[in-house]
Nanobody, 127 residues
Framework: EVQLVESGGGLVQAGGSLRLSCAAS????????VAWFRQAPGKEREGVSS????????YYADSVKGRFTISSDNAKNTVYLQMNNLKPDDTAVYYC????????????????????RGQGTQVTVSS
C-alpha cells in the first residue's frame, strides 16, 4: 500500500522538543520533495519546512528557522522534523506531503497538489 504515515506528535511544554516522522511505504522518497505543513484551528495552512530528499535541499519558514530541522533517512525511507524550543504558537496538526521531482521551496510555499499526503499528527505546546 502506498502511503505516508506521520508520528511523533504529542503534548509538550513551551521550550520542549519533539521529533516528527514521516514514513513512506510503497514508494521511495529519493526523487521527491517532502514538505511539512501545519494547520491550527482558524488559521491558514503554513508550509513549515521541506526537503528534496536526493540532494538534501531544504526550506524553512521564517517562523521556525533556527528551531526546526528537517532531515531524511534514506535507509528508513523517512523524513524527520526535529522541533526544538517549541512555543504555544506551534500548536497545530502537522502533516507531511510528497511531491515527485518538485522544488522544495515551491511545494512548501504554494498550493501545489501533492502526490501523497499523510493524515497528520497533533502537536500541542502548553505555556
Amino acid at each position: 500500500e502506498v502511503q505516508l504515515v506521520e508520528s511523533g506528535g504529542g503534548l509538550v511544554q513551551a521550550g520542549g522538543s519533539l521529533r516528527l516522522s514521516c514514513a513512506a511505504s510503497g514508494f521511495t522518497l529519493d526523487d521527491y520533495a517532502v514538505a511539512w505543513f501545519r494547520q491550527a484551528p482558524g488559521k491558514e495552512r503554513e508550509g513549515v519546512s521541506s526537503i528534496y530528499v536526493r540532494y538534501g535541499t531544504t526550506y524553512y519558514a521564517d517562523s521556525v528557522k533556527g528551531r526546526f530541522t528537517i532531515s531524511s533517512d534514506n535507509a528508513k525511507n523517512t523524513v524527520y522534523l526535529q522541533m526544538n524550543n517549541l512555543k504555544p504558537d506551534d500548536t497545530a496538526v502537522y502533516y507531511c506531503a510528497a511531491y515527485f521531482d518538485r522544488d522544495p521551496i515551491v511545494v512548501a510555499t504554494t498550493a501545489h497538489p501533492s502526490d501523497y499526503r499523510g493524515q497528520g499528527t497533533q502537536v500541542t505546546v502548553s505555556s
